[in-house]
Protein backbone atom coordinates (compact mmCIF):
# COMPACT_ATOMS: atom_id res chain seq x y z
CA UNK A 1 0.00 0.00 0.00
CA UNK A 2 1.07 3.38 -0.62
CA UNK A 3 2.44 5.58 2.20
CA UNK A 4 0.84 9.18 2.43
CA UNK A 5 2.71 12.22 2.94
CA UNK A 6 1.30 13.34 5.75
CA UNK A 7 1.95 9.77 6.99
CA UNK A 8 6.10 9.88 6.05
CA UNK A 9 6.63 13.53 7.19
CA UNK A 10 4.29 14.33 10.20
CA UNK A 11 4.85 17.73 11.64
CA UNK A 12 5.22 16.41 14.78
CA UNK A 13 9.10 15.10 13.09
CA UNK A 14 10.52 18.33 13.58
CA UNK A 15 9.34 18.43 17.19
CA UNK A 16 11.11 15.19 17.95
CA UNK A 17 13.89 16.39 16.21
CA UNK A 18 14.19 19.22 18.10
CA UNK A 19 13.88 17.29 21.50
CA UNK A 20 16.67 15.29 20.53
CA UNK A 21 18.81 18.51 19.33
CA UNK A 22 17.90 20.09 22.77
CA UNK A 23 18.42 16.49 24.99
CA UNK A 24 21.82 16.77 23.58
CA UNK A 25 22.47 19.96 25.35
CA UNK A 26 20.81 19.87 28.61
CA UNK A 27 22.06 16.10 29.76
CA UNK A 28 25.22 16.76 28.63
CA UNK A 29 25.56 20.38 30.40
CA UNK A 30 23.89 18.81 33.46
CA UNK A 31 26.48 16.53 33.48
CA UNK A 32 28.89 18.66 32.57
CA UNK A 33 28.15 20.92 35.50
CA UNK A 34 27.37 18.06 38.25
CA UNK A 35 31.49 16.39 37.43
CA UNK A 36 32.59 20.39 37.63
CA UNK A 37 31.27 21.36 41.01
CA UNK A 38 31.57 17.90 42.74
CA UNK A 39 35.34 17.56 41.84
CA UNK A 40 35.79 21.49 42.11
CA UNK A 41 35.09 20.88 45.80
CA UNK A 42 37.85 18.21 46.08
CA UNK A 43 40.33 20.70 44.06
CA UNK A 44 39.39 23.38 46.91
CA UNK A 45 40.09 20.87 49.49
CA UNK A 46 43.07 19.90 47.69
CA UNK A 47 44.48 23.92 46.96
CA UNK A 48 44.24 23.84 51.27
CA UNK A 49 46.35 20.57 52.01
CA UNK A 50 48.93 21.36 48.74
CA UNK A 51 48.88 24.17 46.76
CA UNK A 52 51.64 23.28 44.49
CA UNK A 53 49.55 20.65 43.58
CA UNK A 54 46.50 22.33 42.00
CA UNK A 55 47.46 22.41 38.41
CA UNK A 56 47.78 18.54 38.46
CA UNK A 57 44.49 18.14 40.56
CA UNK A 58 42.27 20.10 37.88
CA UNK A 59 42.08 17.30 35.75
CA UNK A 60 38.95 16.40 36.54
CA UNK A 61 37.07 19.50 36.01
CA UNK A 62 38.94 19.64 32.88
CA UNK A 63 37.41 16.52 31.57
CA UNK A 64 33.86 17.58 33.19
CA UNK A 65 33.87 20.83 31.18
CA UNK A 66 34.72 18.47 28.10
CA UNK A 67 31.26 16.88 28.33
CA UNK A 68 29.35 19.97 27.79
CA UNK A 69 31.06 20.17 24.28
CA UNK A 70 29.57 16.85 23.67
CA UNK A 71 26.45 17.65 23.91
CA UNK A 72 26.66 21.11 21.87
CA UNK A 73 28.64 19.59 19.08
CA UNK A 74 25.50 17.12 18.52
CA UNK A 75 23.06 19.72 18.58
CA UNK A 76 24.68 21.63 16.44
CA UNK A 77 24.74 19.03 13.80
CA UNK A 78 20.91 17.77 14.84
CA UNK A 79 20.04 21.24 14.71
CA UNK A 80 21.47 21.47 11.07
CA UNK A 81 19.73 18.39 10.31
CA UNK A 82 16.09 19.85 10.77
CA UNK A 83 14.36 20.56 7.65
CA UNK A 84 11.81 22.85 7.47
CA UNK A 85 10.24 22.99 3.77
CA UNK A 86 7.03 20.45 3.52
CA UNK A 87 7.52 16.97 2.47
CA UNK A 88 11.53 17.15 3.28
CA UNK A 89 11.70 15.82 7.18
CA UNK A 90 10.30 12.36 7.57
CA UNK A 91 9.03 11.14 11.45
CA UNK A 92 12.10 8.62 10.49
CA UNK A 93 14.46 11.31 10.68
CA UNK A 94 12.61 13.14 13.95
CA UNK A 95 12.79 9.75 15.73
CA UNK A 96 16.36 8.96 14.87
CA UNK A 97 17.59 12.43 15.77
CA UNK A 98 15.43 12.38 19.10
CA UNK A 99 17.49 9.44 19.78
CA UNK A 100 20.61 10.65 19.09
CA UNK A 101 20.17 13.67 21.47
CA UNK A 102 19.25 11.47 23.87
CA UNK A 103 22.40 9.12 23.68
CA UNK A 104 24.62 11.98 23.67
CA UNK A 105 23.19 13.25 26.52
CA UNK A 106 22.49 10.73 28.88
CA UNK A 107 26.05 9.24 28.29
CA UNK A 108 27.34 12.62 29.11
CA UNK A 109 25.14 12.99 32.00
CA UNK A 110 26.21 9.38 33.53
CA UNK A 111 29.91 10.65 32.60
CA UNK A 112 29.58 13.85 34.21
CA UNK A 113 28.48 11.71 37.73
CA UNK A 114 31.06 9.65 37.44
CA UNK A 115 33.46 11.95 37.14
CA UNK A 116 32.37 14.09 39.81
CA UNK A 117 32.45 10.96 42.06
CA UNK A 118 35.97 9.98 41.26
CA UNK A 119 37.20 13.41 40.40
CA UNK A 120 36.24 14.44 44.30
CA UNK A 121 37.50 11.37 45.63
CA UNK A 122 40.57 11.09 43.85
CA UNK A 123 42.19 14.97 44.02
CA UNK A 124 41.00 14.29 48.17
CA UNK A 125 43.53 11.33 48.24
CA UNK A 126 46.08 13.01 45.57
CA UNK A 127 46.06 15.63 48.53
CA UNK A 128 47.57 12.93 50.75
CA UNK A 129 49.18 10.95 48.50
CA UNK A 130 51.10 11.59 45.50
CA UNK A 131 51.10 8.08 43.94
CA UNK A 132 46.90 8.02 43.22
CA UNK A 133 47.74 10.43 40.54
CA UNK A 134 47.89 7.67 37.87
CA UNK A 135 45.37 5.84 38.76
CA UNK A 136 42.95 8.84 39.14
CA UNK A 137 43.97 9.67 35.47
CA UNK A 138 43.14 6.16 34.32
CA UNK A 139 39.29 6.01 36.13
CA UNK A 140 38.65 9.31 34.78
CA UNK A 141 39.61 8.32 31.21
CA UNK A 142 36.93 5.59 32.06
CA UNK A 143 34.58 7.66 33.05
CA UNK A 144 34.81 10.40 30.39
CA UNK A 145 34.86 7.41 27.72
CA UNK A 146 31.27 7.09 28.69
CA UNK A 147 30.75 10.42 27.26
CA UNK A 148 32.84 9.67 24.12
CA UNK A 149 30.79 6.48 23.57
CA UNK A 150 27.58 8.50 23.44
CA UNK A 151 28.92 10.95 21.21
CA UNK A 152 30.02 8.51 18.40
CA UNK A 153 26.61 6.56 18.83
CA UNK A 154 24.72 9.55 18.37
CA UNK A 155 27.25 10.96 15.47
CA UNK A 156 26.19 7.52 13.78
CA UNK A 157 22.50 7.78 14.17
CA UNK A 158 22.40 11.43 12.70
CA UNK A 159 23.89 10.21 9.47
CA UNK A 160 21.34 6.94 9.25
CA UNK A 161 18.51 9.84 9.72
CA UNK A 162 19.97 12.24 6.92
CA UNK A 163 19.88 8.75 4.54
CA UNK A 164 15.90 9.01 4.03
CA UNK A 165 14.76 10.08 0.76
CA UNK A 166 13.00 13.50 0.33
CA UNK A 167 9.52 13.40 -1.49
CA UNK A 168 6.47 11.05 -1.55
CA UNK A 169 5.70 8.18 -3.84
Known amino acids: SAVLCADKYPQSAAFFGSMGCASALIFANLGSAYGTAKSGVGLAHLGILHAERIMRGIVPVVMAGILGIYGLIVAVIINGNIKTD ?5 AF ?9 L ?5 SLAAGLAIGIVGDASVRAYGKQEKIFVAMIL ?6 A ?11 MNNTANKVAAGCS
Open 86 to 90: DNSYA
Open 93 to 101: SGYLHFGAG
Open 103 to 107: AAGLS
Open 139 to 144: MLIFSE
Open 146 to 156: LGLFGLIIALL
